[in-house]
């Protein structure tokens, strides 16, 4: 069996779309279709439904597509591991982080680049639970994510920081009081990340903790758009204390320290708990255990 074959059925059911699943694979929609009919005759199965256009996978499709995606992910990690036995990594590091952890992306990037001159870096903004998800899939060689709230199943993990909050506002905007407790916190005019975000679901847990909860009149999933929100005046937010380094120089922000919520969030890197680990997942590994960070993150 070829294994571009299983490629071809695997972005068609990425894709949901013969003509985008071809141009991903970079052949010809004829080819991809022949190609996914050759791997069905060889399983003697059909694994597409056809109404005419895509339709989905058969109930056979569905039961391979967890092997076809770690045949895949094996046979690319068989490659890496050849091609790297007496030479440098090289190759394309599929990187999964949330929006929390972005400040810390540039650093992890360095120091990966530094050790693996041969590497590429592709970043992408994901959920903690599309990170745990695209690991499962092999679509990700890592994800940098929350550690300990909703824990990451059947992950290897190197905590990097401890993630603490902090309250931004505009300097000529909302009013905070000069001693802030959490049940000023919930009665502010707030901006937050919507509730699919893990980020925003610790600080919901940690309010109900103490009876409170927060009602944001305006939710979002990124951080550049609650602050964009904050700017404006009418609104503050809740963002984390390792963004405080990106603020540095803007006029119009002022932030402040939050009541004592605990013991803080830990986030790291994980990467799929698979025997054998992959060379790009090992080397992340390792360049993550090493990983200093600036003194303003607390160390996990």
């Not at 540039?106 to 695209?134: C, F, K, W, Y």
């Not at 679509?139 to 992950?155: C, R, S, V």
């Not at 000069?178 to 901006?191: F, I, M, N, S, T």
Request: charged share 20%; proline share 6%; net charge neutral.
């Amino acid at each position: 069996m070829q294994t571009r074959l299983v490629e071809y059925f695997l972005s068609l059911e990425r894709e949901g779309h013969f003509a985008r699943a071809a141009a991903r694979c970079n052949v010809s929609q004829p080819t991809l279709s022949a190609g996914i009919a050759t791997l069905e005759a060889q399983l003697g199965k059909r694994l597409i439904r056809r109404d005419p256009k895509y339709a989905g996978l058969t109930d056979e499709g569905v039961a391979i597509l967890p092997w076809a995606r770690q045949l895949i992910a094996a046979a690319e990690a068989l490659g890496q591991a050849a091609e790297t036995a007496r030479g440098p990594l090289k190759g394309e590091l599929r990187l999964g982080a949330i929006p929390a952890a972005m400040p810390v992306i540039g650093r992890l990037a360095e120091a990966m680049l530094a050790r693996h001159a041969g590497l590429n870096v592709s970043v992408r903004a994901l959920t903690s639970r599309q990170i745990e998800r695209e690991l499962a899939a092999f679509e990700l060689d890592a994800g940098l994510t929350y550690l300990d709230f909703e824990p990451p199943a059947h992950a290897l993990s190197v905590p990097l920081y401890v993630e603490r909050s902090m309250l931004i506002s505009a300097v000529d905007g909302v009013p905070i009081p000069e001693l802030l407790d959490w049940a000023d916190l919930a009665r502010l005019p707030l901006c937050l990340l919507h509730q699919g975000m893990q980020n925003r679901r610790i600080l919901d847990a940690r309010l109900a903790e103490r009876g409170l909860a927060l009602r944001p009149r305006v939710t979002a999933d990124s951080y550049l758009a609650l602050l964009g929100l904050v700017q404006q005046g009418r609104l503050c937010s809740i963002i984390p204390d390792s963004h405080a380094t990106l603020l540095n120089g803007l006029s119009w922000a002022a932030t402040r320290s939050l009541p004592e919520m605990g013991e803080g969030s830990r986030v790291g890197i994980i990467v799929s708990d698979s025997t054998p680990m992959g060379p790009l997942a090992q080397a992340v590994l390792g360049v993550a255990r090493e990983l200093r960070l600036p003194p303003g993150f607390c160390a996990a």
